[in-house]
């Protein structure tokens, strides 16, 4: 067998590796929507992409180039905040990522536009499971009477077979930070207006005023 070809084991638990991975990031993604009250379609479906690396050197990854950016991400100002924090949110052009801390004061993404971050708000990082009323594994057979299959725990709140649904708890390091388009920038080819000479980063409680 030629060296550069993966062994057909190594392929198989690298594919089930990936597959794993897929799952935690849509448990994830289930429970930031809960958590933030992001459950509209609000997320972005694809990574805000921020650089393209350079392809692996694995000959078994078949994806091509590796893309880096914020998986949880929203156009837009979190539904709490308005005018009195961010005056021009209706002429300039926001983002909110929900990421594991801090993010970056600046970035600039693959299309060359180049974003400052003007505020952070934490999160309490925990909410009531929507199922909170029922018991695990009870609504599946009553969703799908002809499956035979249930799931072992809740993907959102944790809980097991049999166990009433509890609360959903993604950790209190969670926070919302939100871009603005950097209209200084020139290689940026968004329309935004001037930037305001007030314009501090802000820090804050998530829905405190």
């Known amino acids: 067998m030629d060296r550069s070809t993966p062994r057909p084991e190594v392929a198989k638990a690298y594919r089930k590796l990936r597959q794993s991975v897929r799952q935690v990031e849509e448990d994830t993604r289930g429970q930031i929507e809960q958590v933030f009250g992001l459950t509209g379609g609000e997320l972005g479906a694809k990574s805000w992409i921020l650089i393209k690396a350079v392809p692996p050197s694995a000959p078994f990854e078949m994806d091509g180039v590796e893309e880096v950016g914020f998986t949880y991400w929203f156009e837009g100002i979190p539904d ?3 005018r009195r924090e961010f005056p021009d949110q209706y002429d300039a052009i926001y983002r909110t990522v929900v990421v594991e801390a801090y993010a ?3 970035i600039t993404d693959d299309g060359g536009v180049t ?3 003007m505020a ?13 009323d029922q018991i695990v594994g ?8 002809s499956s035979f299959e249930v799931d072992s725990e809740c993907s959102l709140c ?6 009433p649904h509890g609360m959903i708890y993604i950790g ?3 926070r919302e930070n939100i871009y603005r388009a950097d209209p200084e920038k020139e290689e940026n080819d968004v329309s935004v207006p001037d930037e305001r000479e007030d314009e501090v980063d802000e820090e804050g409680e998530r829905g405190s005023p």
């Not at 934490?122 to 009531?128: D, I, K, L, Q, R």
């Not at 009870?138 to 009477?145: K, T, V």
């Open 104 to 106: 970056l004061k600046e």
């Open 172 to 174: 209190d390091e969670w």
């Open 138 to 145: 009870e609504e599946d057979w009553r969703a799908e009477m």
């Open 158 to 163: 944790g809980a097991k077979l049999g166990d």
């Open 120 to 132: 952070s708000y934490a999160s309490s990082g925990e909410t009531e499971c929507p199922s909170k």
């Open 115 to 117: 974003w400052r971050r």
């Open 80 to 82: 709490y905040l308005g």
